[in-house]
């Protein structure tokens, strides 16, 4: 009920996802009403979703500390609410986001040894799988160098059991890919996952830059918050900008128009794999329970494959494999040389 578009958006998407995936069902949370009288157009798929009434909403301006004191009643607070009961396997979400967080927080409570949980995004890159992920991407805007090393963790469970890698590669996102640049605990974060790679059976490439954020050099991009959604919010816009000048170059004249009738197959595959909307959905890892964060300003398809995303997330054992591989990389990490032990080393 948060989205921006509203609920009518959230269950055309949920109508397109349910064609997508013939043996999932629904449970759908917010105003009983008005949500009967959405899927009331739906016949063909109102047999498969559950209402579970929710009078209130949680709005984009509600702040997340409000929400954790007075949330309940929410349709936010009770989709949360059907994962941490076992209604559902995973949750969805068009709302705000630092809401969602805290409530995902407070509800289903973090994995043993996640200090920080960290929204993960799919970016578009060169790899033949078509993606790389990025974590995090605004969960919180800052990360100590145990955070990083536990979402280097996270993102290559993720990675494994979501992308089909069977060891991902794992790269440390920085100012440039010497060992002597970037701040102080990215060196320490460094030093950390280079003795925890095997136990997390990832592969660590060292530090990236963003240009390798869509290159096929490295499958997971590890930051913190506050980079990690300034880079997410400028692909996006990137993106648009993108499509909005080949939109205006191919219709700046007759001759123009005739190119574009002549590209038009080529420019619909660019426009598939450039648009934000077939990778929409963040993930919460590091909690009890698979939480999917959608764009607030969704439309249909977006949401559809937001819903995908969770559906694929909901296989047998994800959040089990997820802390087994936090757990084994958090107590590698601790065994990780120090600088003092390997300049004895290397004496």
């Not at 929400?67 to 949750?91: L, N």
């Not at 605004?138 to 090393?149: N, P, S, V």
């Not at 592969?203 to 980079?227: A, C, K, L, Q, Y």
């Not at 009738?261 to 929409?280: G, H």
Request: glycine share 12%; hydrophobic share 45%; with cysteine.
């Amino acid at each position: 009920m948060g989205g921006d578009r509203g609920p009518a958006t959230v269950v055309a998407g949920l109508v397109l996802s349910a064609k997508s995936h013939p043996d999932a069902r629904f449970v759908l949370h917010g105003d009983e009403a008005e949500l009967t009288r959405l899927l009331s157009r739906h016949p063909e798929v109102a047999a498969r979703v559950s209402l579970r009434h929710a009078p209130r909403v949680v709005t984009m301006h509600d702040k997340p500390s409000q929400v954790m004191r007075h949330g309940a009643g929410t349709s936010m607070w009770s989709c949360i609410d059907s994962v941490k009961d076992g209604e559902a396997t995973a949750a969805v979400s068009c709302g705000n986001t630092g809401a969602l967080m805290a409530v995902s927080m407070i509800r289903l409570r973090k994995l043993p040894g996640v200090n920080r949980p960290a929204i993960a995004c799919l970016w578009p890159s060169r790899n033949p799988g078509g993606f790389n992920l990025m974590l995090d991407v605004g969960a919180d805007i800052k990360a100590e160098a145990t955070d990083l090393l536990q979402y280097a963790a996270m993102g290559a469970s993720y990675a494994r059991n979501g992308l089909g890698l069977m060891r991902p590669r794992v790269g440390l996102l920085n100012v440039g890919t010497e060992e002597h640049k970037g701040r102080a605990e990215l060196k320490v974060a460094h030093d950390l996952m280079v003795g925890a790679a095997d136990a997390g059976d990832y592969e660590f490439v060292g530090f990236v830059e963003g240009g390798d954020i869509p290159s096929n050099r490295v499958d997971v991009i590890v930051t913190d918050g506050f980079t990690g959604n300034i880079a997410l919010k400028t692909g996006e816009g990137t993106a648009k900008l993108i499509a909005d000048f080949l939109k205006e170059a191919f219709g700046a004249g007759i001759l123009s128009k005739f190119a574009a009738l002549l590209a038009l197959n080529s420019l619909k595959r660019l426009q598939k794999r450039i648009d934000p909307r077939r990778v929409n959905g963040g993930v919460f890892l590091g909690l009890n329970g698979t939480v999917v964060k959608s764009h607030g300003a969704a439309d249909e398809t977006g949401v559809a494959a937001a819903l995908a995303l969770a559906i694929q997330l909901s296989g047998a054992g994800f959040i089990e494999r997820l802390a087994a591989r936090v757990a084994s990389a958090g107590a590698a990490g601790q065994d990780a040389p120090s600088d003092e032990a390997k300049a004895g080393t290397n004496a």
